[in-house]
């Protein structure tokens, strides 16, 4: 029992589907139930946390810091604040609020970026319930209990512990209920208007898995539930392969962020609205398949397009030309052309300053000519080693440019690009 707090009045855990008014007595026996393997108490513990986030700035500091709190705390309230403050360092990449919040190694490592969250979230809109079946450190659950209430499910007692402190820490202890369980025992029985949500893991403790079989835990059995549930959404790798989900009636949605391809997700039920989706963000521009005839190709014309990679993933490169008005300048390859600028959130976009017949001794002359002492060299489509082939060019000069390496129906070229930056909110 709590210090200072009747029995019957003990707040219950977030888990028990109950919360409390009196949130500093809930606060305390969340921290004194989160510390309880950690060894720390609220009023050393939050001091030595203070001190070690105003010192730790990455790995390096972990030991002098340590070092420096163990002359006033406990080896083991120092070292847990000590790796909390690394963690929240870390953190902050992911999660706005990094600064309130408890991590584990692995959690944060596996946990979803914010960013992606919010998106998934956003686009589930309000919901009756959703359970979070793998819900980890809370990545997602904490984005899904800002829309509604979210049954945060976690079967290791260490993860659902910071789970829980997660929840008193963000003010979501009202929707996010967190409860340590296996979510593949068969005993679970989902509301009608139900929302299930699973990122299986996808490293074992023999390495990264690549196959969705090899998924732990394994998610087909739960999407067979949508004839009784809303939705069920499965969290996949972005480089899932495209023969084992052809089968399933489902909606693949790749995500980016900052043009970075950062993960790609399952559909299932009501949720789902077309085959194949691309998100990019933080724009929130999305792509969805449409039937569509062939585009054309052409040569290069005065602006280049190099789209996202959640596009190319996607396969909707034909939809992306369709909607700029572009064209192909190869069939087998994701570069688009076209002869006015077509700004796009989904695209690189370039000038093309030139096309050569592709030949180490001709661009060197070109670069030399246009005074081009640095380039950005890309390739597309070519074989060539980069790094053999810029040293190879012997560049100087004051001027940039970016030289692709790829090929056109009219053969292999090299192209100078200058690339057009914010051309898009």
Request: proline share 5%; aromatic share 8%; hydrophobic share 40%.
């Given at each position: 029992?709590?210090?200072?707090?009747?029995?019957?009045?003990?707040?219950?855990?977030?888990?028990?589907?109950?919360?409390?008014?009196?949130?500093?007595?809930?606060?305390?026996?969340?921290?004194?139930?989160?510390?309880?393997?950690?060894?720390?108490?609220?009023?050393?513990?939050?001091?030595?946390?203070?001190?070690?986030?105003?010192?730790?700035?990455?790995?390096?500091?972990?030991?002098?810091?340590?070092?420096?709190?163990?002359?006033?705390?406990?080896?083991?309230?120092?070292?847990?604040?000590?790796?909390?403050?690394?963690?929240?360092?870390?953190?902050?990449?992911?999660?706005?609020?990094?600064?309130?919040?408890?991590?584990?190694?692995?959690?944060?490592?596996?946990?979803?970026?914010?960013?992606?969250?919010?998106?998934?979230?956003?686009?589930?809109?309000?919901?009756?319930?959703?359970?979070?079946?793998?819900?980890?450190?809370?990545?997602?659950?904490?984005?899904?209990?800002?829309?509604?209430?979210?049954?945060?499910?976690?079967?290791?007692?260490?993860?659902v512990d910071v789970?829980?402190?997660n929840s008193i820490?963000?003010?979501?202890?009202?929707?996010?209920?967190?409860?340590?369980?296996?979510?593949?025992?068969?005993?679970?029985?989902?509301?009608?208007?139900?929302?299930?949500?699973?990122?299986?893991?996808?490293?074992?403790?023999?390495?990264?898995?690549?196959?969705?079989?090899?998924?732990?835990?394994?998610?087909?059995?739960?999407?067979?539930?949508?004839?009784?549930?809303?939705?069920?959404?499965?969290?996949?790798?972005?480089?899932?392969?495209?023969?084992?989900?052809?089968?399933?009636?489902?909606?693949?949605?790749?995500?980016?962020?900052?043009?970075?391809?950062?993960?790609?997700?399952?559909?299932?039920?009501?949720?789902?609205?077309?085959?194949?989706?691309?998100?990019?963000?933080?724009?929130?521009?999305?792509?969805?398949?449409?039937?569509?005839?062939?585009?054309?190709?052409?040569?290069?014309?005065?602006?280049?397009?190099?789209?996202?990679?959640?596009?190319?993933?996607?396969?909707?490169?034909?939809?992306?030309?369709?909607?700029?008005?572009?064209?192909?300048?190869?069939?087998?390859?994701?570069?688009?052309?076209?002869?006015?600028?077509?700004?796009?959130?989904?695209?690189?976009?370039?000038?093309?300053?030139?096309?050569?017949?592709?030949?180490?001794?001709?661009?060197?002359?070109?670069?030399?000519?246009?005074?081009?002492?640095?380039?950005?060299?890309?390739?597309?489509?070519?074989?060539?080693?980069?790094?053999?082939?810029?040293?190879?060019?012997h560049l100087s000069?004051?001027?940039?440019?970016?030289?692709?390496?790829?090929?056109?129906?009219?053969?292999?070229?090299?192209?100078?690009?200058?690339?057009?930056?914010?051309?898009?909110?």
């Amino acid at each position: 029992m709590l210090p200072g707090v009747d029995a019957e009045k003990e707040p219950a855990l977030p888990g028990s589907f109950q919360y409390t008014d009196n949130l500093m007595a809930a606060v305390e026996y969340v921290m004194r139930h989160l510390y309880r393997y950690l060894q720390l108490l609220s009023d050393p513990g939050a001091a030595a946390l203070a001190q070690a986030a105003a010192l730790v700035r990455s790995d390096l500091d972990f030991l002098p810091v340590l070092q420096k709190l163990e002359r006033e705390y406990p080896h083991e309230i120092a070292r847990e604040a000590v790796s909390q403050a690394l963690f929240r360092v870390k953190a902050a990449r992911k999660f706005s609020q990094a600064d309130r919040m408890f991590f584990t190694k692995d959690g944060l490592e596996q946990a979803s970026g914010e960013l992606v969250s919010n998106y998934r979230a956003d686009r589930l809109g309000r919901f009756q319930l959703l359970f979070d079946l793998t819900a980890g450190i809370g990545g997602d659950a904490i984005s899904f209990a800002r829309k509604g209430p979210v049954v945060a499910v976690e079967r290791d007692e260490r993860t659902v512990d910071v789970l829980q402190a997660n929840s008193i820490a963000l003010g979501l202890t009202g929707t996010l209920f967190a409860i340590q369980a296996d979510s593949t025992i068969p005993a679970w029985r989902f509301p009608r208007d139900a929302v299930i949500f699973l990122d299986p893991a996808r490293r074992t403790s023999r390495g990264r898995v690549y196959s969705i079989h090899h998924y732990e835990p394994d998610f087909l059995p739960f999407t067979k539930l949508t004839e009784h549930v809303h939705s069920v959404v499965v969290k996949v790798s972005p480089a899932v392969r495209w023969q084992e989900i052809s089968g399933l009636s489902c909606e693949i949605n790749f995500i980016s962020a900052f043009g970075e391809l950062k993960e790609a997700a399952l559909w299932f039920g009501e949720s789902a609205s077309t085959a194949r989706r691309a998100t990019i963000l933080p724009q929130g521009w999305t792509l969805t398949e449409k039937a569509l005839q062939e585009e054309a190709v052409t040569d290069p014309g005065e602006f280049l397009y190099e789209p996202d990679p959640a596009v190319l993933r996607a396969g909707l490169v034909q939809q992306l030309a369709y909607q700029l008005g572009c064209t192909r300048i190869e069939p087998s390859l994701g570069l688009l052309t076209s002869n006015e600028l077509r700004p796009s959130a989904a695209a690189r976009c370039y000038r093309i300053l030139d096309v050569l017949p592709f030949g180490l001794k001709r661009l060197r002359k070109t670069l030399r000519d246009r005074g081009i002492g640095s380039i950005t060299l890309k390739k597309r489509g070519s074989a060539v080693d980069t790094e053999v082939f810029e040293k190879q060019l012997h560049l100087s000069g004051e001027n940039h440019c970016v030289v692709l390496l790829t090929r056109t129906r009219g053969g292999k070229v090299s192209m100078l690009l200058e690339e057009i930056r914010n051309s898009v909110d």
